[in-house]
């Protein structure tokens, strides 16, 4: 195959930009290196079967030329941030809902056999009842959520009016090595960083919001199966562990496993705004069609991440792009 990976610099697109060079395929991988970091695809540069291209989604004459060059398509780029929306919704829109309608057009265009969109458990909003199925209401309360029911809503319309393969694929809270820990980076891997450093993990409100955590490596086997899979999948499909942890539990666990019980504890700020108060996925869907389940525990993930963490996080990894 002949694969492109947008937002391929990012910790989720460059383990499957590294997946499917292992496995042999073409890999074009474009990023704007907004949230993405070159440090992640290094091994990857000199690969003759990779090529990297600096770019945005929102470029649609650039997006052409590398659009008609593959056969696949797994659209991660985005604007991923729900703090990020909040100050900048214009950003989220045009990246979320413009880049996608892009792709969309220039993959009917080009006839594309195959596109994998990257959705996000947080359409849903807090849970209404749990866990959360695909058909669960779309109640999110922020823009980055909305922008994400738009983005779903193109791809369905483009699988009902031009017949194009895609597939919609919900993942929910997914961490793992080259996850950033900094900024706009994610719970785990933010909390981590503080506590090897010495410092106390930051929680938002009380903590008892929870959160379905799932380990990138399944992550990876979700789109591995999509990719062999040949029938069309007309409804997203849900992609998370079925058990939910709170933030306060999780830091404490976060704690525990960097063997600094005792000497650190969580400390609390304000509430921040749109915050989703329980995320806990359904992924019978991905079970019964794909074959699909999570083999990674919480705590195997959490020690695999921080070990992983620990041993192989370098000055190159940490430096912005």
Not at 33 to 50: A, C, D, E, Q, T
Not at 90 to 111: F, H, P, Q
Not at 193 to 201: A, D, H, I, T
Not at 206 to 221: A, C, E, K, P, S
Request: aromatic residues 10%.
């Amino acid at each position: 195959m002949k694969i492109l990976v947008t937002g391929g610099a990012g910790f989720i697109g460059s383990a499957l930009c590294q997946n499917y060079i292992r496995a042999g395929h073409d890999v074009f991988c474009l990023d704007n290196l907004m949230n993405g970091n070159l440090g992640n695809l290094r091994p990857l540069l000199v690969n003759r079967h990779f090529k990297f291209i600096v770019g945005d989604i929102r470029e649609y004459d650039f997006l052409e030329r590398t659009v008609s060059q593959v056969d696949t398509i797994i659209h991660l780029a985005a604007q991923i941030h729900v703090d990020r929306s909040i100050t900048e919704p214009r950003l989220t829109y045009d990246i979320n809902v413009g880049g996608t309608l892009s792709l969309l057009e220039l993959a009917r265009r080009y006839d594309v056999e195959k596109f994998i969109h990257t959705s996000s458990s947080e359409v849903y909003g807090s849970a209404q009842y749990a866990p959360i199925d695909e058909k669960h209401p779309l109640a999110a309360p922020h823009v980055y959520g909305a922008s994400k029911i738009a983005a779903d809503r193109l791809c369905h319309a483009y699988i009902n009016t031009y017949g194009l393969n895609i597939y919609i694929v919900r993942p929910f809270n997914t961490f793992g090595p080259r996850q950033k820990d900094t900024g706009y980076g994610g719970a785990i891997s933010i909390f981590v960083k503080r506590v090897l450093e010495g410092r106390p993990p930051i929680i938002y409100g009380d903590g008892r919001q929870t959160r379905d955590y799932m380990f990138v490596n399944d992550l990876i086997r979700a789109y591995d199966k999509l990719l062999a899979f040949t029938k069309p999948i007309p409804e997203p499909l849900n992609f998370g562990t079925g058990s939910d942890v709170s933030i306060l539990d999780l830091a404490h666990q976060i704690i525990s496993l960097c063997g600094k019980e005792g000497e650190l504890k969580p400390a609390h700020v304000e509430l921040r705004p749109g915050e989703v108060r329980r995320l806990i996925a359904d992924f019978s869907k991905a079970r019964e069609i794909l074959g699909w389940q999570p083999e990674y525990s919480l705590k195997r993930g959490l020690t695999e991440f921080i070990d992983w963490y620990k041993s192989y996080r370098s000055e190159e990894w940490e430096k912005p792009t």
